[in-house]
Nanobody
Framework: QVQLVESGGGLVQAGGSLRLSCAASGSILRINVMGWYRQAPGKQRELVAGITDGGSPNYADSVKGRFTISRDNAKNTVYLQMNSLKPEDTAVYYC??????????????WGQGTQDTVSS
């Protein structure tokens, strides 16, 4: 079993910045992909950014140039630096991890979510 614990969300004014962290723990052999999703009220959950264990990132078009994803493989932690925030970035942000446990089983885990609110 793999658990994800998020931190760093909050309230910020438009144009400001927030940094999210997500640490994975448990019976982890390897985490292939870590990522961040978000869900705004009345909308579907969408991918914000993902990063492979090799460090290759991908971003939603709506956040390119403003958000940066990174990870520390030694700490099983992924970060999301969010700059130039807009009110439309307001959502609950969820961390996600895909990989293998020490008994070679696949896992797909989600964090509990963190509310990020951008005021205009």
């Amino acid at each position: 079993q793999v658990q994800l614990v998020e931190s760093g969300g909050g309230l910020v004014q438009a144009g400001g910045s927030l940094r999210l962290s997500c640490a994975a723990s448990g019976s982890i052999l390897r985490i292939n992909v870590m990522g961040w999703y978000r869900q705004a009220p009345g909308k579907q959950r969408e991918l914000v950014a993902g990063i492979t264990d090799g460090g290759s990132p991908n971003y939603a078009d709506s956040v390119k140039g403003r958000f940066t994803i990174s990870r520390d493989n030694a700490k099983n932690t992924v970060y999301l630096q969010m700059n130039s925030l807009k009110p439309e970035d307001t959502a609950v942000y969820y961390c996600n991890a895909l990989g293998f446990t020490r008994n070679f089983a696949n896992f797909a885990s989600w964090g509990q979510g963190t509310q990020d609110t951008v005021s205009s």
